[in-house]
């Protein structure tokens, strides 16, 4: 994905992508891979289906904080997800124009953890006392893609993300990983035949040595059928911590949707099929899954 129209939304998001690509070794495995088959002559011919983001639920962050940015871009709110077991909510949003990403967010409801993991997080953002984004220019894309980059509260102790880890996998990787691009999502229904379904796809990716989230199958499919994901599992990284430690840590990801066409548009040859016709939104159970991308147990696990 490349914008270069140089409106803010799209320095926002090349920013984003640019960060993101140069820390996340999958995304430029898979694009290379891609290039010598044959099947995309550059990065800018994937399309993206979505970008997400993580967030904590404390005053002046969370959703209702960072949603504000895309909001201001023409983005707009569309469904609510919960995620009782993983103490988190999302909601997606609908882009300004068929040819950016949708994006989807969560939070962590952090007053569902014990009171100990709370005055962790809190210890960090307490010190926040005022929306961070209501100080911003969302007309300065610059500005707008450096605050994304820009840490709202300090590094945290080697110890604190340790014990996030053991009780909210979700609350560790945001105290150390912030407003980082999370993942972002190639569209495979539109890559050529041979690669255009992810059966065909992830046996690809799998020839390629990159390992796949196994939770709930490799393969995540919506109740209709017609929305199935696949996701990379993150790589460690050697994080140092405000103590001077460092551990091995859980960055980002790289996810794959297929998203086939609605009943009514079934019949439609393939050319003819627009974004329009097809399957819209996420689905609940599929990204319940696809969360634990960043999960200790699907990056030591050998399946
Ligand atoms: C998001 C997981 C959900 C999807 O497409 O349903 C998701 C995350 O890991 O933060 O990406
Ligand atoms: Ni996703």
Do not use: C
Request: no cysteine; aromatic share 12%.
């Amino acid at each position: 994905m490349y914008f270069d129209e140089q409106k803010p939304l799209d320095i926002v998001l090349n920013d984003l992508f640019a960060h993101y690509r140069a820390h996340v070794a999958d995304v430029n495995k898979i694009t290379d891979a891609l290039l010598a088959e044959g099947v995309v002559a550059s990065q800018d011919d994937l399309v993206n289906d979505h970008i997400a983001f993580r967030t904590l639920g404390v005053p002046h962050l969370g959703i209702a904080s960072f949603e504000k940015i895309f909001l201001a871009y023409g983005y707009q709110r569309r469904d609510h997800y919960v995620f009782e077991a993983k103490k988190l909510d999302a909601y997606w949003y609908a882009p300004p124009a068929a040819h950016y990403p949708r994006i989807f967010v969560s939070e962590l409801q952090v007053h569902a953890l014990s009171a100990e993991a709370q005055s962790i997080i809190r210890h960090y953002t307490d010190p926040i006392q005022a929306d961070p984004v209501d100080g911003l220019d969302f007309s300065d894309g610059a500005a707008v893609a450096a605050f994304l980059q820009q840490p709202l509260w300090p590094l945290p102790t080697s110890a604190h993300y340790q014990r996030l880890l053991e009780e909210s996998e979700y609350a560790a990787w945001v105290i150390y990983n912030r407003y980082y691009l999370n993942h972002y999502t190639i569209s495979i229904h539109e890559l050529k035949d041979g690669y255009h379904t992810l059966e065909a796809f992830n046996r690809f990716l799998e020839g390629i040595g990159i390992k796949l989230n196994s939770a709930g199958g490799k393969i995540k499919t919506s109740a209709d059928g017609l929305l199935r994901q696949s996701s990379t599992v993150s790589a460690l990284y050697e994080a140092t911590f405000s103590d001077g430690r460092s551990l091995a840590i859980a960055g980002s990801y790289v996810e794959f949707a297929e998203r086939s066409p609605l009943p009514s548009f079934r019949h439609l040859p393939k050319e003819e099929l627009k974004p329009e016709h097809r399957r819209d939104g996420f689905e609940n159970n599929n990204a319940d899954k696809i969360f634990e991308s960043t999960y200790t147990q699907q990056i030591k696990g050998d399946k």
